[in-house]
């Protein structure tokens, strides 16, 4: 059982593919934007933003946050869904920078981050942001809030 509880945790390489999904509903959801020009409204290179919608990079939390504010999306689901994806998806580069490891946790606890929107301990961020989609979780009924079309 543990064996398979640690392949729903999300890897680097897996958020950072699904942070790009993400991404890109986000950009079809705001009218598919021609890539220059949202490249220009957010300030980055049409190279880096493809390769960051085509999960080829994870983009820099700057860059992640000026996409969420130029597209209009919802704060809720930024936190649950953007930050955690962001995160698992930053890892990777943030150990072999520093080589401390992954975050740690209160003593004892597994590795992981605090969600930034229930404020819960995520070991298994796949799952905590599935649960935060449901529509019944139990948790501030609809408390993720899908991208808003634009108007």
Known sequence: MAAAAAEDVLDPETARQQLSEVLTAAR??????????????????????????????????????RLAEHMDVDTRTF?????????????????????????????????????????SWVTNPKRHIEWHMAPDTGWQRGSVTPLRPVQ
């Open 28 to 65: 079809v959801t705001a009218g598919k934007p021609k890539l220059a020009k949202l490249a220009r409204d957010v300030g980055y290179s049409e190279s880096m933003l493809s390769r960051v919608l085509n999960g080829h990079l994870a983009p820099s939390r700057e860059l992640l946050d």
């Open 79 to 119: 936190t649950s869904v953007w930050v955690p994806l962001w995160e698992a998806a930053s890892r990777k580069t943030e150990q072999k920078s520093d080589n401390t490891g992954p975050q740690a946790g209160p003593p004892g606890a597994p590795n992981g981050f605090e969600c930034p929107a229930c404020g």
